[in-house]
């Protein structure tokens, strides 16, 4: 199984947590190095290089071409191109968003009721509701003004009945109407469990 996109991300900050190994990645992302070469740029001991190549390779990030004596290391530009989609789609970062703030409970909303994009059931539960509605409203700009063709575009993509989402989001006080116009409200307005 494929890490998912929070563990990714995770894996990917800590990788990039690193001075060096951002220096590393600038340095590949124009051309091929061996470990002489990035040490000498770099200033750095030979064996420190290798230690933060070694964890860049750990995430695919870095591809390494053994040429007699010599080991050629590149950029993955494929990797890079599959983290940055998995990590930084919109959906991702919604979700991670959601689930920064979230406890351990409604994580697990959201890991039972979301596949990727896409919404599997609305719950019952007004709580596990909630929690998906939250994670929904982050696809609406809050400077934005949408249609309600533009709202029903938009959870569509994420499950098949829009209307039922759309009045949801409109009670609980996520999205205003006024005239056939929405706009996403802000979160002090929201109704929780106990409003």
């Given amino acids: 199984m494929e890490p998912q996109p929070p563990e990714i991300m995770l894996q990917f900050c800590k990788a990039m947590a690193d001075e060096s190994r951002l220096k590393i990645v600038g340095l590949l992302s124009t051309a091929e190095h061996s470990?002489?070469?990035?040490?000498?740029m770099l200033a750095l001991k030979e064996p420190t290089v290798s230690h933060h190549l070694a964890?860049?390779?750990?995430l695919d990030l870095v591809r390494m071409l053994a040429d007699g004596n010599f080991?050629?290391?590149r950029l993955n530009d494929?990797?890079?191109g599959k983290i940055s989609r998995a990590v930084f789609s919109r959906d991702s970062i919604a979700r991670l968003a959601v689930s920064a703030a979230a406890g351990g409970a409604e994580r697990?909303?959201?890991d039972?009721?979301?596949?990727g994009d896409r919404l599997l059931e609305i719950p019952v539960s007004y709580k596990k509701r909630l929690v998906i509605l939250r994670w929904l409203i982050a696809?609406?700009?809050p400077d934005n003004s949408y249609t309600e063709s533009q709202v029903n575009a938009i959870l569509k993509l994420h499950h098949h009945d829009c209307a039922t989402l759309r009045r949801e989001?409109?009670?609980?006080?996520m999205l205003a109407r006024d005239k056939g116009i929405y706009r996403r409200r802000p979160e002090s307005g929201w109704r929780t469990l106990g409003g």
Avoid: H, P
């Avoid at 039972?112 to 596949?115: G, H, S």
């Avoid at 989001?169 to 006080?173: K, L, N, P, Q, W």
């Fill in 35 to 40: 470990v002489q070469q990035l040490a000498s």
């Fill in 55 to 58: 964890v860049l390779k750990q």
């Fill in 71 to 73: 080991r050629w290391y």
């Fill in 78 to 80: 494929e990797m890079l």
């Fill in 108 to 110: 697990k909303v959201l």
């Fill in 112 to 115: 039972n009721f979301v596949a």
């Fill in 139 to 141: 696809f609406f700009e």
């Fill in 169 to 173: 989001m409109i009670g609980c006080g």
